[in-house]
């Protein structure tokens, strides 16, 4: 079955940075696109960054120029470089892929403080 391992969230001051990290496993994963999602308290998960089978990538607004997403294929893992963090980036942050229907990690916490 899909599974993921999230880790690299933590306690970090505003400005600076983190690298998540999602190994998974269960499917092809080379085939499949891959997002990060987060949540902060109150709500609604939200699209962060996602990249295609092909490397393509895509950003939401309030994390372009800031946040990278990336993949290694070799080793079924996807990353997300987080600089210049702000205190609004503070959420549970999670790893997705759709096959079928969306599959979930366990969410790493990120918290930053001002």
């Known amino acids: 079955q899909v599974q993921f391992v999230e880790s690299g969230g933590g306690l970090v001051q505003s400005g600076g940075s983190l690298r998540l990290s999602c190994a998974a496993s269960g499917f092809t994963f080379s085939i499949y696109n891959m997002g990060w999602y987060r949540q902060a308290p109150g709500k609604q998960r939200e699209l962060v960054a996602g990249?295609?089978?092909?490397?393509?990538?895509t950003y939401a607004d309030s994390v372009k120029g800031r946040f990278t997403i990336s993949r290694d294929n070799a080793k079924n893992t996807v990353y997300l470089q987080m600089n210049s963090l702000k205190f609004e980036d503070t959420a549970i942050y999670y790893c997705n892929v759709r096959i079928k229907v969306a599959h979930w990690g366990q969410g790493t916490q990120v918290t930053v403080s001002s």
């Open positions: 990249i295609t089978s092909a490397g393509t990538t």
